[in-house]
């Protein structure tokens, strides 16, 4: 079935309101990224202390997005969307205002975490309209929200040239009120919307095994798209000696690869089964990785960014092909339990960059920690899979007879022991 059909098999408006939603959020959460430059200029911050303030947001948005998702399962995406969108005016009025030290920018940079927070609203509004086996597609249509990162990359540093960081803070209010009344209109909720559970139900899932597995490769593949997505422009300024607006540009290329490819990660995980896929691009993404903590030229390192910036936000969306299958009436909280944790890897991966670059002098240390860590990732997966998810409830991929040589699978849901 073709992508556009698979789109029309469920809510196209509130697939759209997920969407844009999760996009200009998403652009918010990271603005300070492509800011931090200005920032570090104005406060004469260290590359240590540059990493922690790109981090910061990622932080707030892991805490944030667990409750985010409970009250996504309680009152619908509906109205918790548009709450989150209101809320977030809070910290960009802040920062436009009143950011003037180092303490008030990382105060602003934890409140932005209710925009990051975004994901555990958008992906279960999108879920919930949409049957299983085109799952991949309506979680990563929706997670291709992510793309906002790239427009905060090329018109942060372009704007700031003109009206100062603050004032870039101020000016996008605009898109998040827009953004708002679109959502308002358009969105719905799902007649598959769960009926509200008691709070200890939901804090129960932090039992369940698997929920901590997927929090760990999807710390791995979010955590590893949205950490560089923040530290890229001061990877690349510090490094290659790039202008702001430059370094801008070259982490919004390597940035579009990850938002781009997300659906089509998702797509994929749907015709061959969301584990293999994973499988190979962990194996892809490490290999990636390892390539640039040789700091090669700027041209090669780029384009290893590139492809490893592909693998990452392909794997975000093979993950959450598969997290449906497994979770599919407590949608609201495990997306906000697996994106915490995504979150959270995110805020670990600038941090360690920029305080091992100012530890040993080189970016190489941190990217080749990452590295590992993502070849890790591709030896636990292979274990969970074979010791358990084959064998009890994961979503199978198998050919069909009689349809075209095209090579096109049918999904088979077992739920056995």
Not at 171 to 199: D, G, H, K, W, Y
């Amino acid at each position: 079935m073709k992508i556009t059909q698979a789109i029309k098999s469920g809510h196209p408006g509130s697939l759209f309101s997920a969407f844009l939603y999760f996009d200009i959020s998403f652009m918010v959460w990271v603005i300070l990224g492509p800011l931090a430059v200005y920032i570090a200029q104005d406060m004469g911050l260290s590359t240590g202390q540059k990493g922690l303030l790109v981090a910061f947001p990622i932080l707030g948005g892991a805490l944030l997005r667990i409750p985010m998702g409970i009250l996504t399962d309680r009152f619908g995406p509906r109205r918790t969307g548009l709450a989150g969108l209101i809320i977030t005016l809070v910290p960009l009025i802040y920062g436009w205002l009143w950011a003037d030290s180092l303490g008030h920018v990382m105060a602003v940079g934890l409140l932005l975490g209710v925009a990051g927070a975004s994901f555990a609203v958008a992906l279960p509004l999108a879920s919930r309209w949409y049957p299983p086996e085109h799952q991949g597609v309506a979680m990563g249509i929706a997670g291709a929200g992510n793309s906002g990162t790239v427009l905060t990359m090329l018109l942060a540093p372009r704007l700031a040239e003109h009206v100062g960081w603050q004032g870039v803070m101020g000016l996008a209010m605009v898109p998040i009120l827009i953004t708002f009344v679109i959502f308002f209109l358009m969105a719905r909720e799902s007649p598959n919307q769960p009926a509200p559970r008691p709070l200890l139900d939901y804090l129960s899932l932090f039992k369940n095994g698997d929920a901590w597995w997927f929090n760990f490769f999807y710390s791995i593949t979010f955590g590893g798209f949205v950490g560089l997505a923040s530290f890229l422009v001061i990877f690349f300024h510090d490094q290659y000696g790039l202008s702001k607006i430059m370094a801008g540009n070259f982490a919004a290329a390597c940035v579009f690869a990850g938002s781009f490819f997300r659906p089509f990660g998702g797509y994929l995980a749907d015709r061959f089964g969301g584990v293999r896929v994973l499988m190979v691009l962990y194996v892809w993404i490490g290999i990636m990785m390892l390539g640039v903590s040789l700091l090669p030229p700027l041209t090669l390192v780029t384009i290893l960014l590139f492809l490893g910036m592909m693998g990452l936000g392909m794997g975000n969306g093979s993950v959450f092909q598969i997290v449906p299958q497994r979770f599919r009436t407590e949608m609201g909280v495990v997306t906000g339990m697996v994106g915490a944790a995504g979150g959270l890897g995110g805020f670990l991966l600038p941090t360690v960059l920029g305080s091992l670059k100012d530890l040993t002098g080189s970016f190489n240390i941190g990217f080749l920690l990452f590295g590992l860590a993502v070849f890790f990732s591709f030896i636990m997966l292979q274990f969970v899979y074979k010791k358990s998810w084959r064998r009890t409830w994961l979503v199978t991929v198998k050919p069909v007879a009689g349809l075209s040589p095209s090579g096109r699978v049918a999904m088979e849901v077992v739920f056995g022991g």
